[in-house]
């Protein structure tokens, strides 16, 4: 697993309490992750190389090595294979859409990261330690102090708010006026209409895991597209339950994100919503699975599998991607 000096220094607690929890996910689920053996701060490293965490060894291939083309594309991003089939992927999906559920089996009241005491008990105690907050202080050198959130509607705000302190303080964000009109007006309208998109039956929670940095690149798989271990669960926290069930970004490798600087960019999204249906066919009939007859309902309109295609496109918008 890799670490962040910037994120450690700032975040130590944090960062470990997550680690050691690490080492009780495989026990109390099927998801496959590594042991943890031994973690620790700078100062508890005899060999003076800074913090580490030393875990079993997983074998496999990074799914994302598997589903990659031999070649990039004109801009230089990794693409999907052409010729994988659909069967190979639902191997794939089902999996995934598993871990998913496992992880929105755990209900918090608060939006943050998690804490252990020392009778061993988990709670929110500290805002949410982010993939993005971390490249914030990584490549822009800006500092984000991030707090608990009891609502869904106030912690989307604090990202949108991110994105334009991210503006305002990194000073190579933009390459002219033009630019800086451009990012300044997109991030206040993305603020700007930010409520409307919480719905207001979970904008209390609960709120569930999720792991920013969970896709294909650490996701160890066989020959037969089995999943072995999953890794790098440092950017985990207990988040929003619209973001466990958000479309996922991976399905093409290239995120949505990068899809502006393609000219067949309507090509990207006619080749993505087929993997999206395929996806939340998967997950709809995993959840089913999971929760039996005459168990709770759980899950949001973005999960159901009868949703109009067009329907999960918007939801992908709303999840900011």
């Known amino acids: 697993m890799d670490f962040d000096d910037l994120a450690l220094a700032r975040h130590d607690n944090d960062r470990l309490a997550w680690n050691r929890k690490l080492s ?55 693409i999907l294979r052409s010729d994988i ?15 998913i559920l496992q992880l929105s089996e755990h209900d918090f009241d608060r939006i943050g990261s998690l804490s252990i005491d020392s009778d061993d008990n988990w709670s929110i105690e500290s805002g949410p330690l ?59 309208l993305f603020r700007a209409i930010t409520p409307n998109f919480v719905s207001r039956r979970y904008n209390q929670g609960p709120f569930k895991l999720f792991c920013d940095d969970f896709r294909p690149g650490n996701i160890l798989v066989d020959n037969s597209f089995k999943i072995t271990g999953i890794i790098d669960w440092e950017w985990c926290y207990a988040a929003p339950f619209q973001f466990t069930y958000a479309p996922p970004r991976w399905l093409l490798l290239k995120e949505p994100a990068y899809w502006d600087s393609n000219p067949d960019k309507e090509d990207l999204l006619n080749a993505y919503l087929p993997k999206l249906e395929l996806f939340f066919r998967d997950l709809g009939g995993a959840r089913a699975f999971s929760e039996g007859p005459g168990k709770p309902q759980h899950g949001s309109q973005s999960v159901e599998p009868d949703a109009p295609v067009h329907d999960r496109h918007d939801l992908l918008v709303q999840r900011g991607c």
């Open 24 to 78: 009780q996910v495989g026990p109390s689920t099927d998801i496959p992750v590594p042991t943890v053996i031994a973690y620790g701060m700078a100062e508890d490293n005899p060999t003076g190389l800074g913090p580490f965490l030393i875990t079993t060894f997983v074998e496999g291939t990074p799914l994302g090595d598997m589903l990659k083309a031999d070649s990039v594309d004109e801009q230089g991003d990794k």
């Open 85 to 99: 089939p659909d069967s190979t992927l639902r191997v794939v999906y089902q999996q995934i859409a598993d871990v």
């Open 130 to 188: 982010t993939l993005n907050i971390n490249e914030l202080a990584r490549c822009g050198d800006v500092y984000v102090e991030p707090r608990v959130y009891s609502t869904t509607a106030d912690y989307l705000l604090e990202i949108a708010e991110q994105n334009i302190l991210h503006l305002e303080r990194q000073r190579n964000s933009i390459s002219s006026a033009t630019d800086a009109r451009l990012k300044y007006t997109a991030r206040h």
